[in-house]
C-alpha cells in the first residue's frame, strides 16, 4: 500500500476561521511533508517532519501551523488566513531512514483550499 | 541552491506519437523523481530514478548524473497521458524535493 490520504478534499474558509488539514500513512513512513501549490505553478515545500520532529520550515507564515502527533498522521492548523493563501495543499511521505536507500516520496490527493 | 530547468514548457502530440522531456539539474542530486499532475491536482509517482534507466510500460527515464540531466520518454501517447509533467530533485546537501516548473502535455486523438 504506496496510499497516502488527505482530508478534507475541497475546503472554503473566511479571514476570521480556524480549520484544519489533515494527512495520513500507513506505510511506516518517517518523513512527512507539507507542500503549497499555486495554479500553474510547481508545488513548494513548506514543513518537514523527521520522526515526529518538525526539521525544515520554509519560512512560512505563523497563521500555519502544523503537528504531527504520531509517526502516522500530520496536521496543518489554519487560522487568519489570506486570500492568497488560497491553493492545493498536498501532503507526502517518505522512508525518512537518511541512510541512503530509495526515499521515494509519495503525494497525498491534496486539499484545495479557497479563503473568501 | 539547486536549480531544476525542464523542457518543453508544454507540448502537443497527437495520440501515437512518442515524446522525450528534459529535466536539468545544477549540482549532484541523492533523489531525482518524476511525477505525473492529472486533472484533478494528484502527484503519482513515475519513476523514482538518480540515476540510470528504468522502464515501466510505455514510459521509461534516463538519469545521467556525471551530466546532471534527466530524460523522461512516452511512447505511443494516450489521451490519459495529458497533464503536467514534473521533475523533482533533492541535492545532496539537501533535504527535501525541488521541483521543476514541470511540462505540460496535451494529447489529443
Known amino acids: 500500500d504506496t496510499e497516502v490520504t488527505q482530508t478534507p478534499k475541497h475546503l472554503v474558509m473566511g479571514m476570521t476561521n480556524k480549520k484544519s488539514l489533515k494527512c495520513e500513512q500507513h506505510?511506516?513512513?518517517?518523513?512527512m511533508y507539507w507542500y503549497k501549490q499555486k495554479a500553474k505553478k510547481p508545488p513548494e515545500l513548506m514543513f518537514v517532519?523527521?520522526?515526529?520532529?518538525?526539521?525544515i520550515n520554509e519560512s512560512v507564515p505563523s497563521r500555519f501551523s502544523p503537528e504531527c502527533p504520531n509517526s502516522s498522521l500530520l496536521n496543518l492548523h489554519l487560522h487568519a488566513l489570506q486570500p492568497e493563501d488560497s491553493a492545493l495543499y498536498l501532503c507526502a511521505s517518505s522512508q525518512g531512514s537518511g541512510q541512503g536507500i530509495e526515499e521515494t516520496q509519495y503525494f497525498g490527493p491534496g486539499t484545495r483550499l479557497l479563503v473568501l | 541552491g539547486i536549480q531544476v530547468e525542464q523542457s518543453p514548457p508544454d507540448l502537443i502530440l497527437q495520440e501515437g506519437a512518442n515524446s522525450t522531456l528534459r529535466c536539468n539539474f545544477s549540482?549532484?542530486?541523492?533523489?531525482l523523481q518524476w511525477f505525473h499532475q492529472n486533472p484533478w491536482g494528484q502527484l503519482i509517482n513515475l519513476f523514482y530514478i538518480p540515476s540510470g534507466t528504468k522502464q515501466n510500460g510505455r514510459l521509461s527515464a534516463t538519469t545521467v548524473a556525471t551530466e546532471r540531466y534527466s530524460l523522461l520518454y512516452i511512447s505511443s501517447s494516450q489521451t490519459t497521458d495529458s497533464g503536467v509533467y514534473f521533475c523533482?530533485?533533492?541535492?545532496?546537501?539537501?533535504?527535501?524535493?525541488?521541483f521543476g516548473k514541470g511540462t505540460t502535455l496535451s494529447v489529443s486523438s
Open positions: 523533482a530533485v533533492e541535492s545532496q546537501a539537501g533535504t527535501a524535493l525541488i
Open positions: 549540482d549532484s542530486v541523492n533523489n
Open positions: 517532519y523527521s520522526y515526529e520532529k518538525l526539521s
Open positions: 506505510m511506516g513512513h518517517r518523513a
